[in-house]
């Protein structure tokens, strides 16, 4: 069973169906990464995913969140009546109706937010608080075991500070409470820490070429980068430098989020980074048109593959000769491209010098499976089943000679190949390796044994009576397989 899924009155084919109900009841209450994890995990239940795809751990990938929070953001919608969660081992969902809610009863006594609600309407004397949103608010309360007075301390803080929204003042009191704020007291040292941080601020703006006052949003990301992420500020300025003009605090806060996942700390390696970030973003391009691909960005290539694959030693060569292979072999894909990866990383072949040597032997792999093709008559695709029996055949200790001598024997038999695996196995049995005695074994044999009907014969193995001494030898055969004709 996947990971997500759909309960009978939710079913849709060929498109993800959103209820109205959910856009205006629930979306503007919710956390942003809360609305994110609700929708992804409904496409993914709707669209049928297999369950390779239908994961916690895809899901986490997708939305670059860790697994945590991703199983939080479920609990909330649980809590909301919109999913069920089916299992803790291993955790699934099951999304519901949301015409039909089936809410968690609560036992809330309606006097206790009397004094919380008449501070609300004090905080915002021109606007009308809607019920939901009173809700939104003891929620989150009573979810983070957050001091309703500490959240009116936020709600005057983000009211002065110009943001008067119930969805944002609930993102601002979710993050405090997930960082560990929830008193009146550490709020209050929270408030003191953002207004604390105006001159850094400053020359990052600077170094951005913006003009405006901060904002909550500005300080919450400076104190992300300093405090959790452990950045100094000659590292921000480095990144906000090659940003100048161009996108503001936004694309800082993307570029910075990029610049931690690549694990650059220093003002140094966030300077290094960035001047192969052009470097990288060329070799993408460049492996995209190898492989014969298309990606609408370049930026999740650099993020997913390439800087995992250069991390581990690769280089920009190497990986295009890799590419290369691919595209020849008819994989048209950075995923497909990632198996060749693994494979030379396995095997310690790393630098260019030794993926060459890698993609020269696999082209001549092929090569020798073309000829025994030719040798056969046949013009077939190359398949992995085709590699995977030549590569059997070595291993076995057959040199080129003598599969080629073999399959020029069986060049009239229906399927080539797997009359050359019965005569190689055949000989592997009798011990005959060397090229004289494969084509003594041939000259013997002779091809009618190869090219006989199976017609009035094709059943005989059923009509022979084996003794149970002859059926127990096969299975012992088989078991000490290994053990008798080694690896």
């Not at 209450?29 to 994890?37: H, L, N, Q, S």
């Not at 939080?72 to 109706?97: I, Q």
């Not at 969805?167 to 209050?188: H, N």
């Amino acid at each position: 069973m996947g990971f997500v899924s759909l309960s009978g009155d939710y079913l849709r084919a060929g498109y993800t169906s959103v209820d109205n109900v959910f856009l205006t009841d629930y979306l503007p209450y919710a956390d942003a990464e809360d609305v994110k994890i609700y929708l992804l995990g409904l496409a993914i239940a709707s669209s049928g995913y297999d369950d390779e795809t239908n994961t916690l751990d895809k899901m986490s990938l997708l939305l670059r969140l860790d697994k945590e929070r991703v199983t939080e953001g479920f609990r909330y919608w649980e809590a909301k009546g919109l999913v069920r969660l089916t299992a803790t081992a291993p955790f699934a969902v099951k999304y519901l109706s949301v015409k039909a809610p089936i809410k968690v009863g609560s036992t809330r006594n309606p006097a206790k937010y009397a004094d919380f609600n008449e501070e609300i309407v004090r905080i915002f004397p021109d606007r009308v608080v809607a019920p939901n949103e009173y809700e939104a608010y003891y929620s989150v309360i009573e979810e983070s075991k957050m001091d309703p007075n500490a959240v009116l301390l936020i709600l005057q803080y983000c009211k002065d500070a110009g943001k008067t929204s119930t969805p944002y003042v609930l993102a601002v009191v979710t993050d405090m409470a997930k960082e560990g704020y929830r008193t009146v007291k550490k709020v209050s040292e929270r408030i003191s820490e953002l207004e604390n941080n105006s001159e850094d601020i400053r020359q990052i703006f600077a170094a951005l070429g913006i003009k405006r006052a901060a904002d909550i949003d500005d300080r919450r990301a400076y104190l992300l980068w300093t405090d959790r992420q452990n950045y100094r500020l000659d590292a921000i300025l480095t990144a906000a430098r090659s940003l100048k003009k161009r996108g503001g605090m936004e694309r800082l806060k993307g570029l910075m989020d990029e610049v931690y996942r690549s694990g650059a700390r220093t003002g140094e390696e966030v300077a290094a980074y960035l001047s192969s970030r052009d470097a990288m973003r060329d070799l993408a391009i460049s492996i995209t048109k190898t492989l014969g691909a298309f990606y609408g960005s370049t930026e999740p290539l650099i993020e997913n593959y390439l800087q995992p694959w250069l991390n581990l030693g690769f280089e920009n060569e190497g990986l295009l000769s890799l590419a290369k292979l691919c595209f020849l072999r008819g994989v048209k894909s950075f995923d497909g491209l990632g198996t060749y990866v693994e494979a030379c990383y396995k095997n310690g072949v790393i630098s260019n010098n030794g993926v060459q040597a890698f993609v020269d032997g696999e082209n001549a792999l092929d090569e020798a499976i073309k000829r025994i093709f030719a040798e056969t008559d046949r013009m077939d695709m190359i398949t992995e089943s085709h590699r995977r029996s030549y590569r059997t055949w070595l291993s076995w200790g057959y040199g080129y000679d003598a599969i080629v001598a073999v399959a020029k024997s069986c060049a009239e038999t229906a399927f080539p190949f797997r009359a050359i695996n019965r005569v190689l196995a055949e000989l592997r049995r009798q011990n005959v390796f060397d090229i004289d005695g494969v084509n003594k074994y041939l000259s013997e044999r002779g091809p009618s044994a190869l090219t006989t009907s199976n017609k009035g014969g094709q059943d005989d193995y059923l009509k022979h009576a084996y003794t149970k001494e002859q059926l127990d030898g096969v299975v012992r055969r088989l078991e000490d397989m290994d053990d008798d004709w080694g690896d």
